[in-house]
């Protein structure tokens, strides 16, 4: 079992930042890839970003360029820089661990751009 949990939500004009952090109850590496999801009301829950145990990352065209993500295995952590805010960015955002046996999920930390 993995514990998550986000930090780092909040309110922010457009084109404004945030930084938000997931700390894990465990050990991530190298069972672990640390993705972030977010899920704006009445939409359904997409991915924005992941990284592997690896440090291989990827992103979806929508953040692309906008959004950095990194983990710090020392620290059991996962970090999501978000630049260039826009409103089409709020949501609620939420970490998920996931190895070849299971998936976890964070309770999530409310993103929300203002215009």
């Known amino acids: 079992q993995v514990q998550l949990v986000e930090s780092g939500g909040g309110l922010v004009q457009a084109g404004g930042s945030l930084r938000l952090s997931c700390s894990a109850s465990?050990?991530?590496?190298?069972?672990?890839?640390m993705s972030w999801y977010r899920q704006a009301p009445g939409k359904e829950r997409e991915l924005v970003a992941f990284v592997t145990a690896g440090g291989t990352t990827d992103y979806p065209s929508s953040v692309k360029g906008r959004f950095s993500i990194s983990r710090d295995d020392a620290q059991n952590t996962v970090s999501l820089q978000m630049n260039n805010l826009k409103s089409e960015d709020t949501a609620v955002y939420y970490c998920?661990?996931?190895?070849?046996?299971?998936?976890?999920w964070g309770q999530g930390t409310q993103v929300t751009v203002s215009s």
């Open positions: 465990t050990n991530i590496y190298p069972y672990y890839t």
């Open positions: 998920n661990s996931k190895s070849s046996t299971s998936t976890f």
